[in-house]
Nanobody, 125 residues
């Protein structure tokens, strides 16, 4: 079993930057593909970015491409989401997910996976 804890959210300004972290428990982090999803008030959860277990492949939603960067440090069991050029529409609760079978690499939430509790990101004008 994997437990995930996100951090790094908070209040950002449009055009600014924030970096989210997601730390995983357990010694099997390196086996999991990792993803970030977000959910804004009144909207469905949507895919943001994903990274393969080795870190060799990354995928991004069109809405964040060229602005956000996903990375991972398997030695620290941590996945990061560097968010630059923030926009008010990036305001959401951000969740990380651990996916053994790779659904996140297609932009899909895994039918079986481990989710964190989320961290709030609010971007002001």
């Amino acid at each position: 079993q994997v437990q995930l804890v996100e951090s790094g959210g908070g209040l950002g300004q449009a055009g600014g930057s924030l970096r989210l972290s997601c730390v995983a428990s357990g010694r099997t982090f390196r086996l999991y593909n990792m993803g970030w999803f977000r959910q804004a008030p009144g909207k469905e959860r949507e895919f943001v970015a994903a990274i393969s277990s080795s870190g060799g492949s990354t995928v991004y939603a069109d809405s964040v491409k060229e602005r956000f960067t996903i990375s991972r440090d398997n030695a620290k069991s941590t996945v990061y989401l560097q968010m630059n050029s923030l926009k008010p529409e990036d305001t959401a609760v951000y969740y990380c997910v651990a996916d053994l079978r790779g659904h996140v690499l297609s932009g899909d939430p895994p039918p079986v996976g481990y989710w964190g509790r989320g961290t709030q990101v609010t971007v002001s004008e």
